[in-house]
T-cell receptor, first 112, second 107 residues
Framework: DAGITQSPRYKITETGRQVTLMCHQT?????MFWYRQDLGHGLRLIYY???????DKGEVPDGYVVSRSKTENFPLTLESATRSQTSVYFC???????????FGPGTRLTVT | EDQVTQSPEALRLQEGESSSLNCSYT??????LFWYRQDPGKGPEFLFT???AGEEKEKERLKATLTKKESFLHITAPKPEDSATYLC????????FGTGTRLTIIP
């Protein structure tokens, strides 16, 4: 099916563990984004990518790593998870340099 | 420094009771204002883009308007299925989102 998907949808991990959240889009959009959404903070940009092999930091990048070897995939890795990274994570994509972003269903991550 | 402020934080309406949500912004040189709808447990869904003061866009019971300092999302005769959180966003580098208005329509 066309669209943007995220996996897993739910994840519980322990402090200090590495965890990778996956994002896949079928639109061939050049731009992809990772956000976290927390009560009181709204959506905050973690990292974004303008094209394969081009990534840049957003508002809250500390503790996260991204890569983009293929246009359609944009994984987000928490190298050593902390409780403050408990959140809902959304991936989004956009065509060209359009600001119209299309979001995935989200991953709810709990770090214990 | 707030770039995007939405009000009210929450709004409860009876079915059929029209109202408006507000999004005020302080970004200079606005390059668009975006409205999204977010249902519980789901990602935001794109609704509208407004580019210039005076512009209006409509979709079903929703109408978005834009002035030089704020945008309004007018909801006319809402139904329970309009219940959601409505987010606005402006480009500041990349998109900067407000914290949203949680709208509840009571049957």
């Amino acid at each position: 099916d066309a669209g943007i998907t995220q996996s897993p949808r739910y994840k519980i991990t322990e402090t200090g563990r590495q965890v990778t959240l996956m994002c896949h889009q079928t639109w061939s959009h050049s731009y992809m984004f990772w956000y976290r959404q927390d009560l009181g903070h709204g959506l905050r940009l973690i990292y974004y990518s303008a094209a394969a092999d081009i990534t840049d930091k957003g508002e809250v990048p500390d503790g996260y790593v991204v890569s983009r070897s293929k246009t359609e995939n944009f994984p987000l890795t928490l190298e050593s998870a902390t409780r403050s990274q408990t959140s809902v994570y959304f991936c989004a994509s956009a065509a060209g340099n359009s600001y119209e972003q299309y979001f995935g269903p989200g991953t709810r991550l709990t770090v214990t | 420094e707030d770039q995007v402020t939405q009000s009210p934080e929450a709004l409860r309406l009876q079915e059929g009771e029209s109202s408006s949500l507000n999004c005020s912004y302080t970004v200079s040189g606005l390059r668009g204002l975006f409205w999204y709808r977010q249902d519980p447990g789901k990602g935001p869904e794109f609704l509208f883009t407004l580019y210039s003061a005076g512009e209006e866009k409509e979709k079903e019971r929703l109408k978005a308007t834009l002035t030089k300092k704020e945008s309004f999302l007018h909801i006319t005769a809402p139904k329970p299925e309009d219940s959601a959180t409505y987010l606005c966003a402006v480009p500041r580098g990349k998109l900067t989102f407000g914290t949203g208005t949680r709208l509840t329509i009571i049957p």
